[in-house]
């Protein structure tokens, strides 16, 4: 069975650096994508930053505007998203999904989710 376990949220103030973590187990993982969203109180889910488990190759959102790094490590099967400069407006549940779909941005083309980590960022 597929589990995807994030890590790290937290509060934190503005400018303030975070990293979340997401454990991948279950089945293989060499040919996903690995994507990172995040979601606000009465907002849609929204697509943050995905990187391909094989290749290394990355996309973000605009917002992230190079604050955000994502990144993953084969052999510990885990998945990275480091948080710098954040801001009040990046407070949200942030979840980890798995697809097959090279540089999707879209949550419907993810097949497995994790349950979320917030962050929260106080100004």
């Known amino acids: 069975q597929v589990q995807l376990v994030e890590s790290g949220g937290g509060l934190v103030q503005a400018g303030d650096s975070l990293q979340l973590s997401c454990a991948a187990s279950?089945?293989?993982?060499?040919?996903?994508?690995m994507g990172w969203f995040r979601q606000a109180p009465g907002k849609e889910r929204e697509f943050v930053a995905a990187?391909?488990?094989?290749?290394?190759?990355?996309y973000y959102a605009e917002f992230v505007q190079d604050r955000f790094t994502i990144s993953r490590d084969s052999a510990k099967n885990t998945v990275y998203l480091q948080m710098n400069s954040l801001k009040p407006e990046d407070t949200a549940e942030y979840y980890c999904?798995?697809?097959?779909?090279?540089?999707?941005?879209?949550?419907?083309?993810?097949?497995?989710w994790g349950q979320g980590t917030q962050v929260t960022v106080s100004s």
């Open positions: 279950g089945r293989t993982f060499s040919s996903y994508v």
């Open positions: 999904a798995a697809g097959l779909i090279l540089g999707s941005r879209w949550a419907y083309q993810y097949a497995y």
């Open positions: 990187i391909t488990w094989s290749g290394g190759s990355t």
